[in-house]
Structure formats: structure tokens, C-alpha cells
């Protein structure tokens, strides 16, 4: 569908994610698209699944496949449109995709901060009773 961001990280758990990526210019947005829908077409994939891939020097690495949707999912589906676990359900139902990779077009800007709970001295995960939270809200703004 898209790429994201997904760079800021702490301790291999990512923290913002933003979509589009803003280093990814047209051309290089294309050609990841492109390998990603061949390889899946290549393996029979059907289903949600991310590609993660290293960019540097107007170059892509491959590091995984995650064949899942992703907790970054949102973020996608605010800059295509695409209800990603809709989409989903509905190829574990044996129904086709309601849309083709033609029709996906990237609008907006989007991004995802995950909170985490943590000691603030050490930072080491803090499990507890949220006393107080106070969630944003106003156009575009989602809370999963």
C-alpha cells in the first residue's frame, strides 16, 4: 500500500512512525512497491503483511517480512484509505481485495507515537494502573 517510517526506535521497539517516509522520493517509492508486490506474487502471499528494508544512499536492504497486520497499521490506512483489517478479514473469508494496487493513492501525512509505561529513572517497563490519562482528540486524530 505504502511505506512508513519507521526509523525512531528504543530497544528494536519503534516509538514514532510516519507516513509517507520523507526521504523516499517517487522513483525509489515505486521500485520498493514493485519488489514488494513481485515477491509476494513470486511466494503466493495473500494477506497483510509489512516488508521492513533499511534505506540508505538511495538504497534498500531487505530484513524481514512480517506476516501480520502490524500495531503501525493505522498510519497506513490514514495516508491510503484502506481499512487494512477489513481488507484482511475479507481474504480470510475467500473474498478478493476491494481494491487494485493501481487504485491506492497516498494522501496526507500521518503519524503514530506509541506510549509506553516506564520508570522515568531507568526506563525500564512500568507495569501498573493508569491513574490519570487525558487522550487527544480533533480531525485526523485516531486513538487504538
Same mark, same amino acid.
Given at each position: 500500500l505504502a511505506e512508513r517510517d519507521c526509523s525512531l526506535q528504543r530497544r528494536h521497539q519503534k516509538v514514532i512512525e510516519e507516513a509517507p517516509a520523507p526521504f523516499i522520493d517517487e522513483e525509489a517509492r515505486k521500485k520498493i512497491g514493485k519488489a514488494c508486490t513481485d515477491a509476494c506474487k513470486r511466494i503466493g502471499y495473500r &494477506?497483510? &503483511?509489512?516488508? %521492513?528494508?533499511?534505506?540508505?544512499?538511495?538504497?534498500f536492504f531487505f530484513i524481514e517480512m512480517n506476516t501480520?497486520?502490524?500495531?503501525?497499521?493505522?498510519?497506513?490506512?490514514?495516508?491510503?484509505?484502506?481499512?487494512?483489517?477489513? %481488507?484482511?478479514?475479507?481474504?480470510?473469508?475467500?473474498? /478478493?481485495?476491494?481494491?487494485?494496487?493501481?487504485?491506492?493513492?497516498? %494522501?496526507?501525512?500521518?503519524?503514530?507515537?506509541?506510549?509506553?509505561?516506564?520508570?522515568?529513572?531507568?526506563?525500564?517497563?512500568?507495569?501498573? /494502573?493508569i491513574e490519570s490519562c487525558h487522550l487527544p482528540g480533533g480531525f485526523g486524530i485516531r486513538v487504538d
Open positions: &494477506g497483510a &503483511g509489512t516488508f %521492513e528494508f533499511l534505506y540508505e544512499d538511495g538504497e501480520r497486520v502490524q500495531v503501525e497499521h493505522p498510519v497506513t490506512e490514514l495516508i491510503t484509505g484502506v481499512d487494512i483489517v477489513q %481488507e484482511q478479514l475479507r481474504i480470510a473469508s475467500g473474498l /478478493p481485495l476491494q481494491y487494485k494496487q493501481k487504485d491506492i493513492k497516498i %494522501e496526507g501525512h500521518a503519524f503514530e507515537c506509541r506510549i509506553n509505561a516506564e520508570d522515568p529513572y531507568n526506563f525500564i517497563p512500568s507495569p501498573g /494502573p
